[in-house]
């Protein structure tokens, strides 16, 4: 399946190092990390080893369609994380390694799970893991166990556009975040 994913620096570094990647538990906000044990579990289920870690996002496609894959983007990273520096990775990953999911659904279950949303009567007490759309302004969302450097197609800086880049300059914090990435190379 043709998928592409947004990655720190380091993530590239170990890639072209060890050849794979993982990604760390201490990487998640603490009251998400429920919803995403069950996301590892779900995935457990369907024979997909995440190895105990979290598992990666990614979305669907080749990320050429620009608006789509910025909207993303700006829609996803903090300030913080695009003056950290991100990499678009297009990758090729076989197809049961993939779990499909709602994006809709999911951000709806992860507020829910992480004490966001507890007053919804409705609650989603359970997450539909069936890959629908809920609406037609829902995605498809996709996770996978690990990157692998053989899963790679290309690998690309992807700098923030000038909206961000301007919040990151009028941000203390984020511009010597920007500044440390500009002076390391």
Same mark, same amino acid.
């Given at each position: ?13 170990? @890639?072209?190092?060890? *050849? ?23 995935? *457990? ?15 669907? *496609? ?24 991100? %990499?678009? @990775? ?14 809709? =659904?999911?951000?709806? &279950? =992860?507020?829910?799970? *992480? ?13 539909? %893991? ?6 037609? %302004? ?8 690990? @990157?692998?450097?053989? %899963? ?5 800086? &992807?700098?923030?556009?000038? &909206? ?22």
């Amino acid at each position: 399946m043709r998928l592409w994913t947004l990655q720190a620096p380091e993530v590239v570094t170990a @890639l072209e190092t060890t *050849g794979h990647f993982r990604a760390e538990w201490d990487r998640v906000d603490r009251s998400f990390r429920t919803a995403y044990q069950d996301m590892v579990v779900e995935m *457990g289920r369907r024979g997909i080893d995440c190895a105990a870690a979290p598992p990666i996002w990614c979305w669907h *496609g080749r990320a050429r369609q620009r608006r789509a894959a910025r909207q993303t983007a700006n829609l996803l990273l903090s300030y913080p994380e695009w003056a950290h520096g991100r %990499w678009l @990775l297009t990758l090729r990953v076989p197809d049961r390694l993939v779990l499909s999911t709602s994006y809709a =659904l999911w951000c709806d &279950y =992860l507020g829910f799970r *992480g004490g966001i949303d507890r007053d919804m009567v409705e609650g989603p007490h359970r997450m539909d %893991w069936r890959a629908r759309q809920q609406t037609p %302004w829902d995605t498809l969302q996709y996770t996978i166990p690990e @990157l692998r450097r053989e %899963w790679v197609i290309r690998a690309r800086p &992807y700098p923030p556009d000038s &909206y961000a880049l301007e919040q990151i300059m009028a941000d203390p914090y984020c511009r010597e975040i920007f500044d440390r990435r500009q002076r390391s190379g």
